[in-house]
């Protein structure tokens, strides 16, 4: 599940870069456990990638043995269904036991080996969620920064305290990495606890939180981007958010700073602007001139790296010329490149046409869905239609799935037919360089409201639901088989479910 865009922009440092790989072997015992295989993944900022990610089969005692390959301090991610543990994994620890009762993992949950102190110090007092902690404070305290940093500050203490107490009995470099992820998970805590309040009043928060959360921002460490320090990735993160609620706050009252940062002439031009790309250009803007120099080369690979994996092409081009422009020797860069090879092609084919992908004219003065499947090429074949958003990151993690489907379909008496929703004035470059880009092979119709109602109003008669994406299965005669089918994402049913419809007279 994707989680507010600009709270994914962490970097975990030296992700990008080529070194000695040393093995490290993670084993332990789940006790407890209904399920047949556990995960681990490698994070690439706080969140798990999917092409890191290493099914475990858990053997009839709940043991399990895995064995990674990593080059410094690198953190990662074990679960156990909804069960998630932190991992702190030392190259020069060769060996991590992980031991925990599924039904009750905080109270259980223990490591042994070199690396254990450091491992139970996170899960216990650096919690991946940290929303717990805030949600503790009292409603006077989420509204007063004063109030709510002294408590933060107590609590801050209270954690380094605990820390001190093994600093004899870890080694001085991972002593110093966790003091300082002590200090930048509390940092984070305080800008999280102005951006809950900017969520719900964009006024109060200019007013109340605003400046404080700048002067946070200050006490950012510029650190080398080859440190791999996970609450440093957090911080620099929730950092960026403030500078989006910022911006919000300060459009209300100050609008002219921020045309010229965006080079447009209105507020409507910058709305317009986040509509199409809540990712790539805003998080440029705004962090290149608020970050210092090695903080925003972290913050800026990690997008242009994540945004490669996600396919968030928008402006993607241009933020990467950007980074290669400002940061011509970074160790990031050649990593980067190579992610953005599908990105750079794309640039030089978008304008032009692609075998197999069809744009119906936005002109065609179609008012139903019935309308568009009398068309002669969905006549007498079964038609999965797809209707998504361009604006709509599900409907983005669900192409390739569905390109696998449309695979193994290949030869059959089948049509793809697409039905975008777009969201902002002149939509149709947009939305044909999104089908593009994902090589949607298939029909394309961009939605006017008489066809996108009529839709609805066919699949989910009386319902007023209104998901992106859906799924439709159309049979041979051109009447609806299969209402709100199966994600492309969900094995095989969505395959099954139209196999059934062609084996049908």
């Known amino acids: 599940m994707r989680i507010h865009p600009l709270t994914i922009l962490f970097l975990i440092a030296g992700f990008f870069q080529l070194t000695v790989l040393k093995g490290i072997n993670i084993e ?93 110090f996170i899960n216990r007092w650096l919690l991946s969620n940290y929303h717990p902690l805030l949600e503790s404070l009292n409603p006077e305290m989420r509204s007063d920064p004063e109030k709510s940093f002294v408590f933060l500050d107590g609590e801050q203490a209270k954690v380094l305290k605990v820390l001190e107490g093994i600093k004899n009995q870890v080694s001085p470099a991972n002593y110093t990495m966790l003091e300082a992820e002590t200090r930048n998970y509390f940092l984070t805590l305080k800008i999280q606890l102005g951006i809950n309040v900017g969520n719900r009043d964009v006024k109060s928060y200019r007013n109340t939180w605003m400046d404080g959360n700048d002067r946070i921002g200050e006490l950012i460490d510029c650190m080398p981007p080859d440190r791999d320090l996970l609450y440093y990735n957090h911080l620099i993160g929730t950092y960026a958010i403030h500078l989006e609620r910022k911006m919000q706050a300060c459009l209300l009252f100050d609008s002219v700073t921020y045309f010229s940062k965006f080079n447009v002439d209105s507020r409507a031009d910058i709305e317009a602007i986040m509509v199409k790309d809540y990712y790539n250009l805003p998080l440029y803007v705004l962090g290149k001139d608020a970050l210092c120099k090695g903080a925003f080369e972290k913050l800026l690979a990690n997008r242009i790296y994540r945004a490669c994996k996600e396919g968030d092409f928008e402006n ?190």
Request: hydrophobic fraction near 40%; include cysteine.
């Open 28 to 120: 332990g015992q789940i006790s407890n456990y209904p399920g047949k295989e556990i995960t681990v993944n490698l994070l690439f900022d706080r969140f798990p990638m999917p092409d890191d990610n290493k099914a475990v089969t858990i053997d009839g005692a709940g043991r399990f043995f895995i064995d990674i390959q990593i080059e410094r301090v690198r953190w990662a991610e074990l679960s156990a269904e909804d069960r998630k543990v932190q991992l702190f994994l030392d190259p020069d620890a060769k060996r991590l036991i992980v031991k925990f009762d599924f039904k009750d993992l905080a109270n259980s949950l223990s490591f042994e080996e070199e690396s254990r102190l450091e491992n139970a």
């Open 316 to 505: 993607l081009y241009y933020v990467f010329s950007e980074f290669e422009r400002l940061y011509p020797e970074s160790s990031y860069l050649p990593n980067i490149k190579s992610e953005m090879a599908g990105v750079i092609e794309f640039e030089k084919r978008k304008n032009g046409d692609i075998e197999g992908i069809f744009f119906y004219p936005t002109t065609l003065p179609y008012t139903s869905l019935k309308d568009l499947l009398n068309r002669e090429e969905f006549q007498e074949k079964v038609v999965l239609i797809d209707i998504w958003g361009t604006w709509c990151w599900s409907c983005r993690e669900e192409f390739p799935f569905l390109n696998e489907v449309k695979a193994k379909l290949k030869g059959q008496n089948i049509a793809f037919l697409y039905l975008a929703h777009e969201k902002f004035k002149n939509p149709v470059d947009h939305w044909q360089e999104t089908a593009k880009f994902f090589h949607l092979t298939g029909y394309h119709y961009l939605l006017n409201q008489d066809v996108l109602k009529d839709f609805w109003d066919t699949v989910n008669p009386n319902s007023g639901l209104m998901s992106y994406p859906t799924y439709v299965i159309i049979d041979k005669h051109g009447e609806v088989a299969v209402n709100n089918a199966p994600y492309p994402s969900d094995g095989d049913q969505l395959l099954e479910q139209i196999r059934t419809v062609l084996g049908r007279n």
